[in-house]
């Protein structure tokens, strides 16, 4: 598989694409306005605790308060101060979700200053290896401390290793000094920006090409790889062209397609994505897709490429929390354990490690995945001011009645005119016109005249005096 990522930035936003074997396969924004605070590292102040929900709500400095799980162990008080970092950022009304287990990532390792034992990557499976990383951390591992060695870290020298190990004690030992100065709230460490983030978190075998089109972003990362061994072969290239850089590589149209309710497969099979409150629902349907053969045969064809593209736009999307697939019905248990095991194995490419449950009777598949930073389509997208986020309008039957209900209300007023004028969005108003008016000035006894306007919205119409209009 070959990997490619491209970085477009601009005074106002940091936009970064994932493309895999020529396929978009993550999209991330990020605003100037908008504060990305997940890894960033807080002295804080506990506002109240709330024993109902076992959490605590602490000021970090930020007009929302963070959201602090404390489980069973309640062990801080109002107005205590205490050291917090940022594991997902504010949502909606929602203010960010802190935590207290300090993880300070680097190059090649993750020092955890709260917790004493060595993990390493499950993606490095190679025994001997592992063995040697293993050896390495617990020779320079600081005391009381533990290290999580990244899949970076595979093939990288001892001295290397262990100048990463000893750098982020250092930060540490700094943080803590600023700690026990700081005043409550404090920011004490700020997480890295964006591009300097990609090119830490994304560093694998299989990349081939980063692509920047910023001369500053482009020496900081240059800089950076340098500093790698196993980065010596990805090709750093200063895009200077004068189109923009996804519309160069040819990405518009994927990047314009991530708002789809519908994503169409290559059979001719689609998926319906819906997002909800609790849960994101995606459907599984044949469309025009026949097959060739029986039609066992048909429904997995569509299931296996439904299966390949739901992976893509839970990363795409940045879709997390609960996620819940409705694949089209399978009849044998080997056809449903053959569809999870796809599943499962085009998920495995996910750095948020989606969890995968068994199909149900009714073929459904319960999913969860990680949320850290605000929902791509809350970044992109604003709720319609028409429908205020529901996907629907009122139907031209449903307003018309409601239009008939006021018209019968206003008449049998006192000395109301019979002359009425009905001001409506186009859209409705031509229906209108359609409709049989005649009827309607005789059931109701009046005059009615129909009148399209272009600045009311869809669900907005204006009941008039026609002969105060006509003057």
């Given at each position: 598989?070959?990997?490619?990522?491209?970085?477009?930035?601009?005074?106002?936003?940091?936009?970064?694409?994932?493309?895999?074997?020529?396929?978009?396969?993550e999209?991330?924004?990020?605003?100037?306005?908008?504060?990305?605070?997940?890894?960033?590292?807080?002295?804080?102040?506990?506002?109240?605790?709330?024993?109902?929900?076992?959490?605590?709500?602490?000021?970090?400095?930020?007009e929302?308060?963070?959201?602090?799980?404390l489980?069973?162990?309640?062990?801080?008080?109002?107005?205590?101060?205490?050291?917090?970092q940022?594991?997902?950022?504010?949502?909606g009304?929602?203010?960010?979700?802190?935590v207290?287990?300090?993880?300070?990532?680097?190059?090649?390792?993750v020092?955890?200053?709260?917790a004493?034992?060595?993990g390493?990557?499950r993606?490095?499976?190679?025994?001997?290896?592992?063995?040697?990383?293993?050896?390495?951390?617990?020779?320079?591992?600081?005391?009381?401390?533990?290290?999580?060695v990244?899949t970076?870290?595979?093939?990288?020298?001892?001295?290397?290793?262990?100048a990463d190990?000893a750098?982020?004690?250092?930060?540490?030992?700094?943080?803590?000094?600023?700690?026990?100065?700081?005043?409550?709230p404090?920011?004490?460490?700020?997480?890295?920006?964006?591009?300097?983030?990609?090119?830490?978190?994304?560093?694998?075998?299989?990349?081939?090409e980063?692509?920047?089109?910023?001369?500053?972003?482009?020496?900081?990362?240059?800089?950076?790889?340098?500093?790698?061994?196993?980065?010596?072969?990805i090709?750093l290239?200063?895009?200077?062209?004068?189109?923009?850089?996804?519309?160069?590589?040819?990405?518009?149209?994927?990047?314009?397609?991530?708002s789809?309710r519908?994503?169409?497969?290559p059979?001719?099979?689609?998926?319906?994505?819906?997002?909800?409150e609790?849960?994101?629902?995606?459907?599984?349907?044949?469309g025009?897709?026949?097959?060739?053969?029986?039609?066992?045969?048909?429904?997995?064809?569509?299931?296996?490429?439904?299966?390949?593209?739901i992976?893509?736009?839970?990363?795409?999307r940045?879709?997390?929390?609960?996620?819940?697939?409705?694949?089209?019905?399978?009849?044998?248990?080997?056809?449903?354990?053959?569809?999870l095991?796809?599943?499962?194995?085009?998920?495995?490419?996910d750095?948020?490690?989606?969890?995968?449950?068994?199909?149900?009777?009714?073929?459904?598949?319960?999913?969860?995945?990680?949320?850290?930073?605000?929902?791509?389509?809350?970044?992109?997208?604003?709720?319609?001011?028409?429908?205020?986020?529901?996907?629907?309008v009122?139907?031209?039957?449903?307003?018309?009645?409601?239009?008939?209900r006021?018209l019968?209300?206003?008449?049998?007023?006192?000395?109301?005119?019979?002359?009425?004028?009905i001001?409506?969005?186009?859209?409705?108003?031509?229906?209108l016109?359609?409709?049989?008016?005649?009827?309607?000035?005789?059931?109701?006894?009046?005059?009615?005249?129909?009148?399209?306007?272009a600045?009311?919205?869809?669900?907005s119409?204006?009941?008039?005096d026609?002969?105060?209009?006509?003057k």
């Amino acid at each position: 598989m070959a990997a490619k990522i491209i970085i477009g930035v601009s005074e106002d936003e940091t936009r970064m694409g994932l493309v895999e074997d020529g396929r978009l396969m993550e999209y991330m924004v990020e605003r100037a306005q908008d504060n990305h605070l997940v890894g960033s590292i807080y002295k804080g102040r506990v506002c109240n605790v709330v024993r109902g929900i076992q959490a605590a709500f602490v000021d970090i400095g930020l007009e929302q308060n963070a959201f602090l799980y404390l489980g069973d162990k309640m062990d801080v008080t109002e107005g205590q101060s205490l050291l917090v970092q940022i594991s997902k950022d504010a949502r909606g009304t929602k203010g960010p979700t802190a935590v207290r287990e300090i993880t300070l990532p680097g190059k090649y390792v993750v020092l955890l200053p709260h917790a004493s034992y060595i993990g390493i990557s499950r993606k490095i499976t190679d025994k001997e290896e592992r063995e040697r990383l293993n050896r390495v951390c617990a020779a320079v591992r600081p005391q009381e401390m533990g290290i999580v060695v990244r899949t970076a870290a595979a093939g990288v020298t001892d001295e290397l290793l262990a100048a990463d190990i000893a750098e982020l004690a250092a930060g540490w030992k700094i943080l803590a000094a600023r700690e026990k100065v700081a005043k409550a709230p404090a920011l004490l460490r700020r997480e890295l920006d964006l591009p300097v983030r990609i090119v830490r978190d994304y560093l694998r075998s299989d990349l081939q090409e980063i692509c920047i089109d910023n001369l500053q972003i482009y020496k900081r990362v240059e800089e950076l790889l340098q500093c790698m061994p196993q980065a010596q072969s990805i090709k750093l290239t200063l895009y200077q062209g004068l189109e923009d850089i996804f519309a160069y590589n040819r990405l518009t149209e994927d990047i314009a397609a991530i708002s789809d309710r519908q994503v169409p497969l290559p059979s001719g099979g689609y998926l319906v994505i819906d997002y909800t409150e609790a849960m994101t629902v995606i459907d599984v349907n044949s469309g025009k897709f026949s097959g060739r053969e029986s039609l066992e045969e048909t429904i997995m064809e569509i299931n296996r490429q439904a299966a390949a593209e739901i992976a893509r736009q839970l990363r795409l999307r940045d879709i997390g929390g609960i996620i819940v697939v409705d694949f089209i019905d399978m009849h044998t248990e080997e056809h449903k354990a053959e569809i999870l095991a796809a599943l499962q194995k085009s998920l495995s490419g996910d750095r948020m490690h989606p969890r995968v449950q068994e199909i149900t009777l009714l073929n459904l598949v319960e999913l969860t995945r990680k949320k850290s930073r605000q929902n791509l389509s809350s970044v992109l997208y604003t709720p319609c001011p028409v429908c205020s986020g529901s996907g629907r309008v009122q139907s031209r039957e449903t307003l018309a009645l409601e239009i008939k209900r006021r018209l019968r209300s206003l008449l049998k007023r006192r000395g109301s005119s019979k002359n009425l004028l009905i001001t409506a969005n186009p859209w409705l108003a031509e229906w209108l016109r359609l409709r049989d008016l005649k009827q309607w000035e005789r059931e109701l006894a009046c005059s009615l005249k129909v009148e399209a306007d272009a600045s009311l919205q869809v669900e907005s119409f204006m009941i008039l005096d026609n002969n105060l209009v006509d003057k």
